[in-house]
């Protein structure tokens, strides 16, 4: 009667070495693909020049302290295909628009941005409606609106607003 003797299978330092680098080769091709992917898809970059942006913010903040004290409210609709946009002033009335623009711009991707010029309804005349209106569907999901409505004033009544669109439809 023979008996078989099997010796178990020896853990070695090679074997410990094709594990570490077999570990480290995962974790570099992960960061490299990562850092690769996110370099394609976002440059960074928020303004042109700190510097003058810094200088630019009291300006900016007058014009939206002055903005606010008109009372005004927009109204912007989002549906069947179409933007709407319409300003009211403090006491619900509509203020005549002698045009407005609005920005779509993707929070992370600014490849998706979009610009598109409202012409005033057909409904009636701006002046007597205040709604412009453009043929228009973005893409699902967040999106931040920049809206500005010329009224005649210095400078354009701006409104800034994040919002989530779903099924070509404003939430």
Same mark, same amino acid.
């Given at each position: 009667? *023979?008996?078989?003797?099997?010796?178990?299978?020896?853990?070695?330092g @090679?074997?410990m =070495?094709?594990?570490i680098?077999?570990?480290?080769?995962?974790?570099?091709?992960?960061?490299?693909?990562?850092?690769? #992917?996110? +370099?394609?898809?976002?440059?960074?970059l928020v303004?042109?020049?700190?510097?003058v942006?810094?200088?630019?913010?009291?300006?900016?903040? +007058?014009?939206? +302290?002055?903005?606010?004290? =008109?009372g005004?409210?927009?109204? #912007?609709?989002?549906?069947?295909?179409?933007?709407?946009? *319409?300003?009211?002033?403090?006491?619900?009335?509509?203020?005549p628009?002698?045009?407005?623009?609005?920005? $779509? +711009?993707?929070?992370?991707?600014?490849?998706?941005?979009?610009?598109?010029? #409202?012409?005033?309804? *057909?409904?009636?005349?701006?002046?007597?409606?205040?709604? $412009?209106?453009?043929r228009?569907?973005?893409k699902?999901?967040?999106?931040?609106?920049?809206?500005?409505?010329?009224?005649? =004033?210095?400078?354009?009544?701006r409104?800034?607003? @994040?919002?989530?669109?779903?099924?070509?439809?404003?939430?």
């Amino acid at each position: 009667m *023979s008996t078989d003797t099997h010796k178990p299978r020896e853990f070695t330092g @090679r074997h410990m =070495l094709i594990v570490i680098v077999s570990f480290f080769a995962v974790v570099i091709g992960v960061n490299v693909t990562m850092a690769t #992917l996110a +370099r394609k898809s976002w440059t960074g970059l928020v303004v042109e020049n700190t510097y003058v942006a810094s200088q630019q913010f009291n300006e900016e903040a +007058r014009k939206g +302290r002055a903005q606010a004290a =008109l009372g005004w409210k927009g109204k #912007l609709t989002i549906a069947s295909g179409e933007v709407r946009y *319409s300003v009211a002033d403090a006491e619900g009335k509509p203020v005549p628009l002698h045009g407005v623009r609005v920005l $779509f +711009r993707h929070p992370a991707y600014e490849a998706e941005d979009k610009a598109v010029t #409202l012409a005033a309804s *057909s409904s009636g005349s701006p002046a007597n409606t205040g709604e $412009f209106i453009a043929r228009h569907t973005p893409k699902d999901g967040v999106w931040i609106v920049e809206i500005d409505a010329d009224a005649g =004033l210095t400078s354009p009544f701006r409104d800034v607003r @994040r919002v989530i669109i779903s099924n070509g439809a404003l939430q």
